[in-house]
């Protein structure tokens, strides 16, 4: 591992000093956001210059990223949340929902740059991006930090099949940005026409699932591909490097990992939502529930970045269910755990019994006795308004998974 | 007429300065590209420090486009016409034919900025815009043309109606870039929906035919719509203003209007093909014959402009055409008139008669005698190998509209 190997030093800093890096900036950023009504009246009254560390932001309320699309509707485009005209910017985006963002005129406004380099992306290497870049930011994002590494980039778009082989004949580019499964399918399209794409060495992928099969067949035609974990909301969020161990946070971006359906951190190493609160004062982000689920994961990477890592994108966190008829979602069961605190960790499993729904509460406790079952079955009851049983079971005992309602229903 | 209605200083500028600043420039440019074996082949012997005037210029030989598909395909991806690598580029692009293009690393690398001010785009503008980002530079010469004016742009792309009109219901957009016929389909899908597209008030259309009828219903919605020439090759070639008389040519562009079938420009005011020069040492463009048709306007522009004007695109300037099975091209029509200089403009008629293919070459002549016009045929089948009549005719009294060979066959 040399300084070659990193986009810049801020990668290799030590870990404390990142920390006290974004801490300082983020009361000022917080401050600025108050111009927006939006954030105001999310907060309510809020001192920022006493939010200068990860307690006092894990106080803050969240906003989730499927409240979005009604808020931003209510009050157009942007909800009241940006603090800076729309026509400042240099994009403006959507993407499904729908929700609108918008692209600061930065070089490199969705910190895609250092992705790419982690993924061998060089001053030289001509991309092949097929992000679509109408409407949505995909395009964008990786245009842009390909563009900051240095590299030329081919805006190909998603489809097009034969013109793009065209163009890999007449470009012969070193790299390709877009889904892993676009990228099967044109080196699959290429072998068929006898098309050498073997130009291709590098790749970035996302958007979609990266499963070990296709690793192993994109790895096999000579091409390193990595992984990214980005969102419409402020670009890429974490990205893999050469260690190929988990995926690297973003520098800029503070990450907090929550039991869902809450706002509680989890501790290290626990499965729960994935909350992002960047710090760019014309677009801020606090708190906001992305509705992924992930991880940290423990150590330092051998990459030489002192970045905490994600574990990758382990399932959506939105677990509301239908049960006979009615919604029940995970702030409830959260509830029942604030009404419960000597439970440990909830999960309640829905199951399909003589053709009709069923649930059982499964709650980590120390100790095992009717009377707490029986109380905790009747709070179940107050807040899903349904009946359902309680196995109480030993700490430690429920997987690790973020799963606060478990549909096993065929 | 003010100084806030023009770009920059460079546009008012006396016509002579323009002109010398122009040729000052070329031979430079000519000695960079000498290093790119393609200008080399194309040129032979030459010496840059000559071309110092428009006279010297018509002399080097032209490139047509319609050839560049080939030769790029014996060399790609550039034909060896780029001094510069590839992975230099911002953007890399194809257009049909193929032809492959490069975008520089510049803010407005595609001259766009001037033909949207003179559209009344402005700082504060939201630009909707229906140009594909996909392969083709469509989309990104209005995207780098606004945002150097100091617009946002939303990369919309062509189709998608639906998401298009909830995009203008969201962000309110003021300007719109595009083709005039997906303005009018927005526009219609927008009424017809009963979403309110009132907000766009200005548009730069181009890409497409803007027929009377289109451009009245358009200006009845409250848009006012700027018509631009555009090329693949080099972006911008010339742009509407308020005037509304012809298309100003842009800057940092050389245009010549020449014979088809030659490389001999016409008088001022008589239609030709448009070649085009460009000046980026990077990327330049020396007497490229685009197949378009235009003419000088005679004049200055009412709206203070002083670079020369356009009178618009006027039709495809490649008139080949198959007589009686064999092909008759513009320039066997140009080496006749090379054979006798006593001639002035010629013009091959092609018509039907008796369910055979005829042709009469008509010409210009101050004297009509009977040895000239039987010299005359005899030149006609020595060079298209075709037997066909000849009918001298007054000098002026051709028609002006580019046409060397004119297909009247029904």
Redesign the interface.
Known sequence: VTEADHYDAAETRDPRERETALFVRLPRVLEAALAAPGWRDHFGPLDPRAVTDRAALAKLPMLRKSNLPAM?KAA??FAGLVPVP?????????SPG?I?E?EP?DADPWHAARALFAAGFR????VLNTF????TPG??IMDSGA?AVG???????PG?TE?QL??I????PTAYAGTPDFLNILLEAAEKQGCDAGCIRKASVGGAAFPRSLQDRVAARGIAAYQTYAVAECGIVAYETPAREGLVISEDIIVEIVRPGTGDPVPDGEVGEVVVTTLDPRHPLFRVALGDLSAIMPGASPCGRTNRRLRGWLGRADQTTKIKGMFVRPDQIAEIARRHPELARLRLVVTRENEIDAMTLRAESAHADGALSNAVAATLQVVTKLKGAVALVPPGSLPNDGKVIADERA
């Open positions: 931003q157009p485009p729309a026509a400042e910017f240099a994009h403006l985006f959507t729908p609108y918008a005129r001053a030289g290497d001509i679509s870049y109408h409407l395009g964008f563009r590299c030329a980039v081919i805006p190909a778009g097009n013109q065209d163009v004949a007449a470009y012969r």
